[in-house]
Structure formats: structure tokens, C-alpha cells
Antibody, heavy 119, light 110 residues
């Protein structure tokens, strides 16, 4: 079955950087685009980023464009999110999610990793 | 990239039907038939319930149905059960490989 396991969350000071990872299994990783979605405490979901199956195309929400960078290593079945210049409003649970090919939506989600930006 | 508008909360008694609305614009909900709905229980990951406005993934109960009219999509849950109590989120493709989510609706089964 599809499994997505995020890691790398924690407490970080404003202005610092953090890199999240997402280890995938149960599907052909190199054939699917992947998303990052976040959820601030007690708030709704916010789409953040999409990376194509081969990593050649990347898309971002305006709220993180220029600060966050998505990447993937298809040899390791792993997705990454490099987060720079972190702000308190970036505090959230970060989910990686599998794109439902051809359906312009997400079909599977990881359990998420919590990032807290605080001094 | 403004969030889609959902009611903050809805409620219903077991066996009843409820409908959750999701209002966007012609740039997202109204412009594409790529509206999805997710169910999220506390502390859990979201689960896909409806995609392409009205399609159910394998394994999702036929008590869940979706529709769309203009810039508003809707999720209807019939025959409410206690386990349906959760948060529900809509999402829509918004063009140029971007997506927008609704603010979420808390469903309470009375």
C-alpha cells in the first residue's frame, strides 16, 4: 500500500532554515508528481508546492515562492522541501502527498511533520 | 490564490443528510471539473472522498456524493453515521499547476 513518511520537523528560530524529507513506498515513485501541503495549528489546509515526476518542473504557492524549494531523488524514493527564511506564520504540520495522475488532485497523504518557528 | 469558502460548521442527526458547500471563482471551481473533497479526523491525514467533482475512489461509501453548479461545489453525505464526524475540505485546481483549498467545515453528528 502507498506509504508516505515525513521527517525533519522541529523547532527553528525565525530566519533560519530547515529541510523536510518524505520517504515513499508502495507505488512507482518515479512515475508520479508529488505535492507539499501544510496546515497551521487549528487552521485549514494550504497547498504549497508540486514537483513533476522527473523533478524538472516545480510550482509554488505565492506565500512560499522564493523561500521554499522542492526537490526529489528518484533513486532514493524521497521528496524534499528546503525551507529558508522561516517566519512564525510558517508554523504548521507539513504533509507530503501523492498526485493522482491525470486527475489534478491528491490521492494519498503522509501523516505530516510539525514545524514550529519560534524564538 | 484566495481560499475557497466553506461553512465553518454543519451538523445533523444520524440517518439524516447534510450538504457542505464550497464557493470559489471562475478561475478555480467554476473553471475546471477538478474539485475534490477530503475527510480529516483529528490528528489524522486527510482522506480523499470525492474527485473530479463527483467521482468516488474505490472503497468510499456511496453515501458520499459531489456536485457542482457554477462557482460552487457541494458535498452531500446521506444516512449520517457517527464515524462521519470529522473536518471536510474541498480543493480545486486553479490553473498553472496550482491548487486552492477551502477553509474546512467541521461536521458534528448529533
Amino acid at each position: 500500500q502507498v506509504q508516505l513518511v515525513e521527517s525533519g520537523g522541529g523547532v527553528v528560530q525565525p530566519g533560519r532554515s530547515l529541510r523536510l524529507s518524505c520517504a515513499a513506498s508502495g507505488f512507482t515513485f518515479s512515475s508520479h508528481a508529488l505535492h507539499w501541503v501544510r496546515q497551521a495549528p487549528g487552521k485549514g489546509l494550504e497547498w504549497m508546492s508540486l514537483i513533476s515526476f522527473d523533478g524538472n518542473n516545480k510550482y509554488y504557492a505565492d506565500s512560499v515562492k522564493g523561500r521554499f524549494t522542492v526537490s526529489r531523488d528518484n533513486s532514493k524514493n524521497t521528496l524534499y522541501l528546503q525551507m529558508n527564511s522561516l517566519r512564525p506564520e510558517d508554523t504548521a504540520v507539513y504533509y507530503c502527498a501523492k498526485d493522482y495522475s491525470g486527475r489534478y488532485t491528491i490521492d494519498y497523504w503522509g501523516q505530516g511533520t510539525l514545524v514550529t518557528v519560534s524564538s | 490564490q484566495s481560499a475557497l469558502t466553506q461553512p465553518a460548521s454543519v451538523s445533523g442527526s444520524p440517518g439524516q443528510s447534510i450538504t457542505i458547500s464550497c464557493t470559489g471563482t471562475s478561475s478555480d471551481v467554476g473553471g475546471y471539473n477538478y474539485v475534490s473533497w477530503y475527510q480529516q479526523h483529528p490528528g489524522k491525514a486527510p482522506k480523499l472522498m470525492i474527485y473530479d467533482v463527483s467521482n468516488r475512489p474505490s472503497g468510499v461509501s456511496n453515501r458520499f456524493s459531489g456536485s457542482k453548479s457554477g462557482n460552487t461545489a457541494s458535498l452531500t453525505i446521506s444516512g449520517l453515521q457517527a464515524e462521519d464526524e470529522a473536518d471536510y475540505y474541498c480543493t480545486s485546481y486553479a490553473g498553472s499547476y496550482t491548487w486552492v483549498f477551502g477553509g474546512g467545515t467541521k461536521l458534528t453528528v448529533l
